[in-house]
């Protein structure tokens, strides 16, 4: 009997020294054919967290103080002169009151992450936010391209109920996988969680490497069940969509949508969060190469004007500002397929836009007659 025990001892111990070995070997593998690492959807929330320190400090000083949320057309710019960088400078141009504009976005946010930071970001009592609209996060590739779904964990509790009545279902949500995410969150894991997450992603670029390794050595793979992958861009020019693309993540946009849009519905969960602190928000509709799109055949104005009457009405009916800036840039002012503007010498997209968003958060400035007491400006 106590050599059978000991037996399954040495067995469970042997199994364990494997799994940790096969574990490190991957690791060490990855590591040594520079795989890149990934990121999931808490990330997201780590950041704002990190970013969060900012707006808690911002209390001690008396300031208007403006959270600009938003994707990759917010953020994808050289350091220091992002929209939130813009916006700052010409907010402190304009006015002699002090103002912090504190960025908080992230490549892929969307209204769903915009509800589920809502509590976060009220906590600490901003003055305005900012809200951009991508029509192309109404897309299903959007939602399938950003696995953001970890972001619900932070959530509170409390907001459950209101939760349970959004659709979530369309983000590949259960009612498990959501009290699981808030577990996670709650009980501060969000970094083991994170890293366990990474190594996932890391790992399916380690089968992607190896699949692109094959496809070189033998191109007769490419007939032996592998899919052939539509290129994205237009012939002859890299940087312009072609009219599948198009169709695929701005398609919905151009015919219009529907109130039960999941992505309308997570933006009015929002939007009735900061209604109901008192926080104004400015929400506009982003840039988009509608020049480029109506050259390759799409129309873009019938279908495009009710979809945008829709966040328009939402944002609106909760006392926010809504910008219809869509067709704000010609197609020479876009520099990649993602919609990101182009920066150069005589044309600053970044700038032109913060421009447009300065003059209704100037408007909704408070006048202050004096400082309190214990602050300081």
Same mark, same amino acid.
């Given at each position: 009997?106590?050599?059978? $025990?000991?037996?399954?001892?040495?067995?469970?111990?042997?199994?364990?020294?494997?799994?940790?070995?096969?574990? +490190?070997?991957?690791?060490?593998?990855?590591?040594?054919?520079?795989?890149?690492?990934?990121?999931?959807?808490? #990330?997201?929330?780590?950041?704002?967290?990190?970013?969060?320190?900012?707006?808690?400090?911002?209390?001690?000083?008396?300031?208007?103080?403006?959270?600009?949320?938003? *994707?990759?057309?917010?953020?994808?710019?050289?350091? +220091?002169?992002?929209?939130?960088?813009?916006?700052?400078?010409?907010?402190?141009?304009?006015?002699?009151?002090?103002?912090?504009?504190?960025?908080?976005?992230?490549?892929?946010?969307?209204?769903?992450?915009?509800?589920?930071?809502? *509590?976060?970001?009220?906590?600490?009592?901003?003055?305005?936010?900012?809200?951009?609209?991508?029509?192309?996060?109404?897309?299903?590739?959007?939602?399938?391209?950003?696995?953001?779904?970890?972001?619900?964990?932070?959530?509170?509790?409390?907001?459950?109920?209101? /939760?349970?009545?959004?659709?979530?279902?369309?983000?590949?949500?259960?009612?498990?996988?959501?009290?699981?995410?808030? #577990?996670?969150?709650?009980?501060?894991?969000?970094?083991?969680?994170?890293?366990?997450?990474? &190594?996932?992603?890391?790992?399916?670029?380690?089968?992607? /490497?190896?699949?692109?390794?094959?496809?070189?050595?033998?191109?007769?793979?490419?007939?032996?069940?592998?899919?052939?992958?539509?290129?994205?861009?237009?012939?002859?020019?890299?940087?312009?969509?072609?009219?599948?693309?198009?169709?695929?993540?701005?398609?919905?946009?151009?015919?219009?949508?529907?109130?039960?849009?999941?992505?309308?519905?997570?933006?009015?969960?929002?939007? %009735?969060?900061?209604?109901?602190?008192?926080?104004?928000?400015?929400?506009?509709?982003?840039?988009?190469?509608?020049?480029?799109? %109506?050259?390759?055949?799409? &129309?873009?104005?019938?279908?495009?004007? $009710?979809?945008? %009457?829709?966040?328009?009405?939402?944002?609106?009916?909760?006392?926010?500002?809504?910008? @219809?800036?869509?067709? /704000?840039?010609?197609? $020479?002012?876009? $520099? *990649?397929?993602?919609?990101?503007?182009?920066?150069?010498?005589?044309? *600053? #997209?970044?700038?032109?836009?913060?421009?447009?968003?300065?003059? @209704?958060?100037?408007?909704?400035?408070?006048?202050?007659?004096?400082?309190?007491? #214990?602050?300081?400006?």
């Amino acid at each position: 009997m106590g050599q059978r $025990k000991t037996r399954s001892i040495i067995i469970v111990l042997c199994a364990v020294v494997s799994f940790a070995v096969t574990v +490190g070997g991957i690791r060490t593998a990855l590591l040594a054919a520079e795989v890149e690492d990934g990121a999931v959807g808490i #990330g997201i929330g780590r950041i704002l967290e990190l970013h969060a320190a900012n707006l808690e400090a911002s209390q001690r000083v008396v300031a208007e103080r403006i959270v600009v949320l938003g *994707d990759s057309t917010v953020v994808d710019y050289p350091f +220091g002169r992002s929209v939130p960088d813009n916006l700052r400078r010409v907010l402190r141009a304009r006015t002699s009151q002090k103002t912090l504009v504190i960025p908080l976005a992230a490549p892929g946010m969307s209204a769903p992450e915009y509800y589920a930071f809502a *509590d976060l970001i009220v906590e600490y009592r901003p003055q305005q936010v900012v809200f951009p609209i991508n029509l192309a996060s109404l897309s299903n590739r959007w939602r399938s391209g950003f696995n953001r779904r970890e972001s619900i964990g932070w959530i509170p509790l409390s907001r459950l109920p209101d /939760l349970l009545t959004r659709p979530f279902h369309s983000l590949n949500l259960t009612l498990d996988r959501i009290l699981f995410y808030m #577990g996670i969150v709650g009980s501060g894991l969000q970094e083991a969680w994170q890293h366990y997450g990474e &190594e996932q992603v890391r790992a399916v670029h380690g089968i992607h /490497l190896l699949r692109r390794t094959l496809h070189q050595l033998n191109p007769r793979l490419m007939f032996d069940g592998l899919p052939n992958v539509r290129l994205p861009y237009q012939s002859g020019n890299r940087n312009r969509s072609n009219p599948q693309y198009v169709e695929t993540l701005y398609g919905g946009a151009m015919s219009g949508t529907v109130s039960e849009h999941p992505v309308v519905q997570m933006l009015a969960g929002a939007l %009735e969060i900061y209604q109901s602190a008192g926080i104004h928000v400015l929400a506009y509709a982003v840039p988009m190469n509608v020049e480029h799109f %109506e050259e390759i055949g799409f &129309e873009t104005r019938t279908g495009t004007r $009710k979809t945008i %009457e829709m966040p328009r009405d939402l944002v609106e009916r909760r006392g926010g500002t809504f910008l @219809d800036l869509h067709r /704000l840039f010609p197609d $020479k002012a876009f $520099k *990649d397929l993602g919609g990101h503007f182009l920066q150069e010498e005589g044309f *600053d #997209g970044a700038l032109l836009l913060a421009r447009e968003l300065a003059p @209704d958060l100037l408007r909704h400035f408070p006048r202050r007659a004096s400082v309190p007491a #214990g602050q300081t400006e």
